[in-house]
């Protein structure tokens, strides 16, 4: 089986483990990952998502933090504070430097971030094909009404996020050069081509929404004969972690799992999805999930453990086969 997964950070890490323990060796496992987290510091192109992806499932990620690498060390970044330099709030361990070297090195030299990202995958053999949404330069930046350092309106996602811990009001998200970024290389063919394309338990704004925002990506999604289906990241009115309250509050979408599925929309009405995953807490909403086009199905969505993860996506899998199933009829 083929299959296409959209994917930011954690959220998206930890599902495709799931995935990757819930179907067979011969199933192919293709992941589009979010670059507009992506940032240039102290010279260095870091890529926080898919790394995050690359390291999780390749058994080099923190358990506890959950980002960046086992075992880290912080002498670079103590020192870069020591020197006063600019920007130190980024966590920038010993470790995770090398893979940020190594890039940086290998973008300077002419290689595409797809290509860059193979070279980094042979390490950490992460067990899916792992693709960038795009090589142009696209970042995530946060409007915040003048309230950040210096009174700036409109700040990188990453200094809102890490610098600010996402406590300022939100007034509008804006994923920059997203209007004019071209999909990476085999992006739109692993969607076209896919038997099934998940939305997995990402950010829907700035993370599957980033990747969206690239207009090849959204119009392959939006024509793949795959079903395409998704898992809320919102579970009982918040999300689990990250700041997604804080972003949909801000664009005055409902903070709830239909809420995001209205958001995402269907496909039988200009949207991305076929079908959507609600928590079993939140079964009350299949039925706004339906009137929305969806097909909708309740199930546990926290994914606490390994088991309970890889079940999630057995269920997702299942929701995909039963939209399938659906639109054969
Ligand atoms: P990031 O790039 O590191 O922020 O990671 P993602 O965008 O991939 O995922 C972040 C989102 O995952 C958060 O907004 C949460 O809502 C969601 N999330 C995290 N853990 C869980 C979980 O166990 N279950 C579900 N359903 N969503 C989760
Ligand atoms: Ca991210």
């Excluded at 971030?113 to 795009?134: D, I, K, Y």
Aim: proline share 4%; hydrophobic share 45%; charged share 20%.
């Amino acid at each position: 089986m083929k299959i296409t997964v959209l994917s930011g950070g954690v959220g998206g890490a930890r599902f495709i483990s799931g995935l990757l323990a819930a179907t067979r060796r011969d199933d192919e496992i293709t992941v589009i990952g979010n670059t507009a987290d992506d940032l240039w510091l102290f010279g260095l192109r870091v890529c926080p998502d898919l790394d995050t992806v690359m390291y999780t499932l390749g058994g080099g990620i923190d358990p506890e933090r959950k980002w960046g690498r086992t075992d880290e060390t912080w002498n670079a970044k103590d020192e870069l504070i020591a020197y006063g330099a600019d920007r130190t709030w980024f966590g920038l361990g010993d470790r995770d430097l090398a893979t940020h070297l190594v890039r940086s090195e290998m973008l300077r030299a002419g290689e595409g971030l797809a290509a860059v990202t193979r070279r980094l995958c042979e390490r950490w053999q992460p067990g899916v094909r792992l693709l960038p949404m795009t090589e142009d330069e696209v970042e995530t930046h946060i409007a915040i009404d003048g309230t950040g350092p210096d009174g700036r309106d409109v700040i990188h996602f990453q200094e809102y996020w890490i610098r600010l811990r996402a406590e300022v009001p939100v007034r509008d998200v804006v994923i920059r050069g997203a209007e004019t970024a071209t999909a990476g290389p085999g992006v739109v063919d692993a969607i076209l081509d896919a038997e099934v394309v998940v939305l997995p338990p990402s950010n829907p704004i700035v993370s599957t929404g980033a990747i969206l925002s690239v207009g090849q990506i959204a119009d392959a999604v939006r024509s793949t004969a795959a079903p395409v289906v998704g898992v809320s990241p919102i579970i009982g009115g918040g999300a689990v972690r990250g700041m997604a309250d804080q972003l949909l509050t801000g664009l005055a979408i409902e903070l709830s799992a239909s809420g995001v599925a209205r958001h995402l929309g269907a496909r039988s009405d200009g949207g991305v999805l076929d079908g959507w995953l609600v928590d079993t807490s939140d079964a009350a909403q299949l039925a706004a999930v339906e009137a929305a086009g969806l097909v909708g199905r309740a199930v546990p969505l926290y994914m606490s453990d390994d088991a309970t993860t890889a079940q999630l996506a057995r269920d997702t899998l299942d929701l995909a086969g039963a939209v399938a199933g659906s639109s054969a009829a």
